[in-house]
């Protein structure tokens, strides 16, 4: 079977990095911490990460080259503990969201355990350019 790329359509013309963007984001897709992305308006967007057990100074948010990465670490406790049973995760995470062209990176705020992270969408005006044709 033949694997169909955006190349392989002739009006796609520049999709290259698109393409190797959705691979890429295909890889990554780790299951820890769980997530939701909800759409609140016509042009906004929430994303909220299930975090209990983090504090505001264990996490960080970044946007890298169009790409949102949320990280968490936890910090070692300053007195060793023994747990009998130790069910809940306290491991060290990462994950990333692509941001399209006009997600701007909005508030972001831990509620209950849940860190909520707002999007907004910029539609760009329409621009019309007619481009002149020369005599050869």
């Known amino acids: 079977m033949t694997k169909l790329t955006l190349g392989s359509y002739p009006h796609m013309l520049g999709f290259e990095q698109l393409e ?9 897709s ?4 769980p997530f939701n992305i909800e759409q609140t308006s016509d042009h ?3 994303i909220t990460l ?3 057990g983090f504090a505001e100074s264990d996490l960080s948010i970044t946007v890298e080259d169009r790409q949102l990465v949320i990280r968490g670490r936890q910090r070692e406790d300053a007195e060793p503990r023994v747990f009998l049973h130790r069910g809940i ?3 060290q995470f990462q994950r990333s969201f692509v941001l399209a062209d006009g997600v701007e990176v ?3 705020m831990i509620e209950n355990g849940l860190l909520h992270v707002d999007l907004t969408l910029s539609r760009p005006e329409t621009v019309v350019q007619t481009i002149q044709i020369k005599k050869g």
Not at 20 to 28: I, V
Not at 30 to 33: A, K, R
């Open 106 to 108: 909005g508030e972001a």
């Open 30 to 33: 780790e299951g820890y911490p």
């Open 50 to 52: 299930a975090v209990a």
């Open 20 to 28: 190797r963007l959705l691979e890429r984001t295909a890889k990554s």
């Open 44 to 46: 906004s967007y929430r």
């Open 89 to 91: 995760a306290a491991r």
